[in-house]
Structure formats: structure tokens, C-alpha cells
């Protein structure tokens, strides 16, 4: 069983440039072995950079970083015995069927046949491809080319894994069918390093969210955390009297009324501890509420308010773009 305390992946003081443009800044990592770490930025914040260097595609101007000890510029070799690296770009062959591209990764990775041939039959099975095994993966759907992808990722069964964006373009089933294999995984006590577009997989998903902007880390923390650290929580309440509403109007003096709808926005932290206090300060009062509601900032908000601009879409630049596999 992994050791809940031992780190992964350790970078320290990490720095890129292409040219005049610093893309790494001097960025420091602690992944902890089998959680699932998500580095999100606007693009060309560095987050593609940054898993270049850590799956040893790119070296980094300055700076160490280890994968589970293993120094990357000494021992490149080792590390990546160690990892399995999905990125933007399919690394599927589309001539090929899901099995045969499944084979190839088990010959790049000089599995025996036996052992092969194992391993390819637990992962057609645990990715449910198993029927679609014998077709050309020229015939299979985005989420279905994207699992391939990933099988492939597991055949030699790394220990740390880089999914660089890997549900971007997918509907919204076929990420939630990826979010659950990403999640068995980590149970499994694989490491994951996930870098996406979307904020809500990484509050869905990640143990650790780290926000990177122009090649620096702004901010590290549980996705909860994170969210406390910005302003704008707040419970409504609503009336079904204007009575109510103005009773409870005097009693929260910090509070924002709506007339017209008969609600009032009370602050809050969203915890359990100041929601217990409202309730009880309402009875203390005697003001009887319709319904609540309680609103956190999410990690979107954290986002606008971290970086200071929205979560773009916009393709990114060159060497922000990973290769393929």
C-alpha cells in the first residue's frame, strides 16, 4: 500500500526559456505518491512546459527535479520506467485496431507475449473496449480513441502518469467515464499529474491544485482551500412575506435584500459553522424562511481572480504544445 507521505515528484526551482520568453520561472512541485495533482493557468502559462520537462521530452534550463528519487538529467532512463505520458495530441494509429496499437505498446515496452497478451486483455476490459478491440481505431469515437490513448499509456504500468489535457473535446459523458478511470486509478496508488481546461474536472478530480501564471505558481492548495481564499460567499434566503424578508433585513445588518424576489444575500464562508450560526440566529428571531441556499466561490472564480483574465480556450504557442507520445 503507498506511504500517504511519500512525494513522487519533487521539482524545485524549475526554469524554461525559448529565447527572450521566460515560460518557467523558478517553479517548485511536492506530488505525494498515488493523488492526483492538477496545475491549471491560462495558456502559455507554462503548464505544457512543465510536464515536457517532468516526463524528460525537454530539459529544463535550471533547476532538479526527481521522480521517486530518480534525478532527470542523471537518470532519464530510469524515470522513465517510471511514467506514462498522455498528452493533447492522440497518440493512436488510426490504420491499426485497438488491440494491435495495444500491441505495439506492450513490444516498446518489451513485455514478454505471455505477459503481453495479460495486460492488453485487462485493459481492453477495464477501458471497455473489448468489443471494439478488432476494429480500426479510425472507427472509434472520441471518448473511445481517448481510452485507447490511455490504455496504451498503462501497458507498462507506470507509476506516475502526465494526462495533459486529456478530455479536452470529449462530450460530457465520455469525460465523466474518463474522470472515473483517472479516480480507480489514484485508488490503485498511481500518481497523476493532470493539466486541463476545465476547472470543474479539477475540483471534481484532484487532491492538490496548483495555479500557474506567467511561469510562476500564484497558489497551491486543495481545491477547498484554494476557493476560501476568495471573497464572495454567501447564503440566500428566501421569504415567502415581505415581513420575513424585513425582520430578517434587521437582524443580518450585512445583508443585500431583493424585493422583488423576496431574498435576502446574507455573507458567508459556506461553512457548516456559520450556516449553524444563521440558523440559529433566525430562531433566535423567530423569522420563518421558505428555502436557502448557500454559494461558495468555485475554482473558476479563483481563476478570474488569481490570473486576472478568463479561462481562454485560444490555441497556445508553440512550445506550449506537446508532442506526441
Not at 199 to 204: I, R, S, T, V
Not at 314 to 323: I, L, M, S
Amino acid at each position: 500500500m503507498a506511504s500517504p507521505m511519500r512525494p513522487a515528484i519533487v521539482a524545485t526551482e524549475l526554469r524554461k526559456s525559448y529565447g527572450d520568453k521566460v515560460v518557467l520561472d523558478g517553479i517548485d512541485l511536492m506530488i505525494t505518491e498515488g493523488t492526483i495533482f492538477a496545475l491549471l493557468g491560462p495558456n502559455g502559462a507554462g503548464k505544457t512546459t512543465t510536464v515536457q520537462i517532468l516526463s524528460t521530452l525537454i530539459n529544463a534550463d535550471g533547476g532538479t527535479a526527481r521522480v521517486f528519487g530518480h534525478d532527470l538529467r542523471r537518470e532519464p532512463d530510469a524515470v522513465r520506467e517510471l511514467i506514462g505520458v498522455t498528452g493533447q495530441f492522440s497518440a493512436v494509429d488510426n490504420l491499426l485496431t485497438g488491440r494491435e496499437n495495444l500491441n505495439l505498446m506492450a513490444d516498446l515496452c518489451h513485455l514478454d507475449k505471455a505477459t503481453g497478451r495479460r495486460r492488453i486483455t485487462n485493459l481492453l476490459e477495464q477501458f471497455d473496449l473489448t468489443e471494439a478491440a478488432g476494429k480500426p481505431a479510425s472507427t472509434y469515437s472520441g471518448g473511445m480513441r481517448r481510452r485507447l490513448d490511455l490504455a496504451m499509456t498503462l501497458v507498462g504500468e507506470p507509476r506516475v502518469i502526465f494526462l495533459d489535457e486529456p478530455t479536452t473535446g470529449l462530450d460530457p459523458r465520455s469525460r465523466r467515464a474518463m474522470w472515473q478511470i483517472i479516480r480507480a486509478l489514484a485508488a490503485e496508488g498511481v500518481t497523476i499529474l493532470l493539466t486541463t481546461q476545465y476547472l470543474e474536472e479539477a475540483d471534481q478530480l484532484a487532491d492538490r491544485v496548483a495555479f500557474l501564471d506567467h511561469g510562476r505558481l500564484i497558489a497551491e492548495g486543495t481545491p477547498n482551500e484554494l476557493k476560501r481564499l476568495i471573497p464572495g460567499g454567501h447564503i440566500v434566503l428566501q421569504f415567502a412575506h415581505p415581513q420575513g424578508l424585513d425582520s430578517a433585513a434587521r437582524t443580518f445588518a450585512a445583508s443585500t435584500r431583493d424585493d422583488a424576489a423576496l431574498t435576502l444575500q446574507v455573507p458567508s464562508d459556506g461553512g457548516v459553522g456559520s450556516l449553524r450560526s444563521l440558523l440559529d440566529q433566525l430562531d433566535h428571531a423567530s423569522i420563518e424562511v421558505a428555502g436557502l441556499s448557500v454559494h461558495t466561490p468555485n475554482l473558476d472564480d479563483v481563476f478570474l481572480t488569481l490570473t486576472g483574465q478568463p479561462d481562454t480556450r485560444a490555441g497556445r504557442p508553440d512550445h506550449e504544445r506537446a508532442p506526441a507520445r
